[in-house]
């Protein structure tokens, strides 16, 4: 049976995209920078203006370093692309979601205004993980449970949490990183793909929601590609100035 197939928009190395492939979506993955690691098939190209066609569902990163408060300081020539991309999905007709930092301008919670979004934390899965992240949707949705920040999070980026990771796996940076890369779920990333990344488990639990909407729209267009969108693909492509896209090896 064909599985929907979901775009990945602002994809780097794939946290989100694994967490939608559990969901029961084929992922391709868009992202302007070669991204090497990223676990399902991927094109380098400009998430402004790759066409959105052939979707059954679509999700978008922007970055977030203008909207961060941790990250603001590095902000300075980070575009603001939350809506701008937004007025891209909207005019998609598939259901979309963009997820971001907390700061970013998107829903916390649905609203009166008919806007839907949520917030996820690592603790509401069972993982030592804080890392907030907002969630704007298309269709209703809410956070599975409160955030449990009892205990201390695994993090080799923040001081106090490095005392605590000292205790359990030693004081480098090297036997502290593997260890909270894998809490995240993201195994496969170099270092700095999981600090852009998030836990695989927010987009699964996004993802169960999001493939119900995609399939009450009937837009199930898996089956009309010519060749199976297989996970583990090494398969690359580069968009062209000229918009054609073609096939070429990783770098
Ligand atoms: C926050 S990261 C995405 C993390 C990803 N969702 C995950 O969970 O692993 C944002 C990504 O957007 C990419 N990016 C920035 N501007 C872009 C653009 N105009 N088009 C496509 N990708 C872009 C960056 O290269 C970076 O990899």
């Known amino acids: 049976m064909s599985r929907p197939l979901l775009l990945d928009l602002f994809c780097c190395e794939g946290g989100a995209a694994t967490g939608y492939h559990r969901a029961g979506f084929d992922v391709l993955g868009v992202d302007i920078e070669p991204q090497p690691r990223y676990p399902f098939r991927f094109v380098q190209a400009d998430a402004m203006t790759y066409p959105l066609d052939g979707f059954d569902a679509i999700h978008a ?4 370093q203008d909207y961060s408060k941790n990250l603001r300081h590095q902000a300075s020539g980070y575009p603001q692309l939350i809506d701008p991309i937004r007025d891209r999905l909207i005019a998609s007709g598939v259901p979309w979601v963009i997820e971001n930092v907390e700061g970013a301008p998107l829903p916390v919670q649905d609203d009166l205004f008919g806007a839907y979004g949520t917030e996820l934390c690592g603790t509401m899965f069972g993982l030592r993980v804080w890392r ?9 949705i809410a956070a599975p449970r409160g955030c449990n920040h009892a205990t201390r999070p695994l993090n080799p980026y923040r001081q106090s949490s490095r005392v605590l990771m000292a205790g359990i796996v030693g004081g480098e940076w ?10 995240m779920g993201v195994r496969w990333m170099s270092r700095d793909g999981a600090r852009e990344a998030i836990p695989p488990a927010y987009t699964e639990y996004i993802g169960r929601q999001l493939i119900k909407a995609a399939k009450a729209g009937n837009r199930v267009t898996a089956g009309d590609h010519d060749e199976p969108w297989s996970p583990g693909s090494d398969d690359w492509y580069r968009q062209e100035p000229d918009g054609t896209i073609r096939r070429c090896e990783p770098t």
Request: with cysteine.
């Open 61 to 64: 990163s922007p970055p977030c």
């Open 132 to 140: 907030h992240r907002l969630f704007e949707t298309s269709f209703p």
């Open 174 to 183: 090297s036997t502290q990183e593997e260890p909270w890369r894998a809490e």
